[in-house]
């Protein structure tokens, strides 16, 4: 058998074709074909390869691998995912913080001007969609990823996915304290209460069935570097840089291993971006010219490559997992550095304010007209990127691993 690049079929042996087992399971048929060639015309082998290229095909679409990989790697097709499930903080929220006593809230303008048509804060800390949004679409799933605390959820609404995550929260359970948010932990546990609320929907088993083949995806560490370790003191007081990141990634590991007991297999977790970068780091920490943070970056590449080995270790230890690692880091500094070969005009300011230190309740104090297309922009604040750079993003993180989980 040939295939090219691309994974298309090119031409059958029939001797090697015949040897396939598991396609003589699937298509009960072709032994019958095979071990009759001799007596079939050209034009009728011709036709038979065809027929089953087209079928080769047909399983390709419907689980998204390549003929090949479906059916000679000793495994069954993977389904596609009957849900899709978000953790971590205000890249992934879509609104779990709106009714919770904190200041890290966003459901009101300007937040929300172009989503859905525009003018509707939803509590994505963003001018339309989040990454969450965008691969809940992108694997099939839905358009929009609902928040979990959306007191008006229906029932339709849980099976098919939400999101848990929590702006202003982080590896560190400090974190989450510090800007009154909700934790990873207590994250983990509104999980589980989901799992029993559609357990006593659809039963046990139909229930057993979404957790175990949903696709899940966790992105933290921002806030634990920026927002904790380089702005307050109690942790520098104790830890360095390196036993800091130690620490993040034993939490995170935790994480994952509560997801993995409650039933998730399909885990995609997000590297810490290039955090240093974004604009109020700039201004904070980029001196006078505003330039990246480069101790800031170097704390997120190195909890990057703990993290990396990390999850490593868990696909061996945890049986029937899979727990990939999403470089992040790369394709936003991609984006960041050479934004003009993206469209974007404006990397080093947000769209909101005055675009260098704005965030959250600080962006409803001036109208933002730095970009009244904020699509201009790389950021939409001084933390988060534009719906539009987001897209660009999610794009790639589908293409190259969402697709695979």
């Known amino acids: 058998m040939a295939i090219n690049r691309r994974g298309c079929l090119l031409s059958l042996s029939l001797p090697t074709l015949n040897s396939m087992h598991p396609l003589r399971t699937i298509f009960p048929k072709l032994p019958f074909l095979l071990s009759h060639s001799s007596s079939h015309s050209s034009s009728t082998m011709v036709r038979t390869l065809l027929v089953i290229s087209l079928e080769l095909l047909i399983i390709s679409l419907l689980f998204g691998q390549s003929p090949v990989s479906a059916l000679m790697d000793g495994s069954p097709p993977r389904p596609p995912p009957p849900a899709f499930f978000a953790f971590g903080d205000s890249i992934l929220d879509t609104g779990n913080n709106n009714n919770i006593t904190s200041l890290m809230k966003c459901n009101f303008l300007p937040y929300g001007r172009d989503f859905k048509g525009g003018n509707k804060p939803t509590g994505r800390f963003c001018n339309g969609k989040v990454p969450s949004d965008f691969l809940a679409e992108l694997t099939g799933v839905k358009e929009y990823l609902p928040p979990y605390m959306d007191p008006n959820l229906k029932m339709e609404d ?197 675009g260098n230190i704005e965030l959250s309740a600080l962006c409803t104090l001036s109208e933002p007209i730095n970009c009244r297309n904020a699509s201009s922009h790389v950021f939409w604040d001084s933390f988060h990127p534009t719906e539009r750079a987001y897209e660009i993003i999610s794009k790639g993180i589908m293409s190259n691993y969402i697709s695979k989980l």
């Open 158 to 354: 849980l099976l098919t996915g939400v999101s848990f995550a929590s702006g202003g929260t982080g590896y560190d359970p400090l974190t989450s304290k510090i800007a009154s948010v909700i934790s990873l932990p207590d994250q983990l546990n509104l999980f589980k209460n989901y799992t029993r609320r559609i357990a006593a929907a659809v039963g046990r088993k139909q229930a057993a069935d979404i957790v175990r083949w949903s696709i899940y995806i966790v992105m933290a560490g921002s806030n634990d570097i920026a927002n904790n370790y380089y702005t307050l003191p109690f942790r520098k007081a104790t830890h360095d840089v390196d036993s800091y990141t130690d620490l993040l990634v034993d939490n995170a590991t935790s994480f994952y291993q509560g997801l993995y007991y409650v039933g998730a297999r399909r885990i995609g977790v997000f590297s810490a971006p290039p955090i240093g970068c974004v604009p109020g780091e700039r201004t904070l920490d980029g001196g006078p010219l505003r330039e990246c943070s480069d101790k800031q970056n170097a704390m997120a590449l190195l909890f990057n490559r703990k993290l990396s080995d990390e999850i490593d270790a868990l696909n061996r230890q945890l049986r029937g997992s899979r727990i990939m690692y999403i470089n992040v880091y790369s394709p936003i500094y991609e984006v960041i550095k050479n934004y003009a070969d993206y469209g974007f005009k404006v990397v080093n300011k947000g769209c909101c304010g005055t």
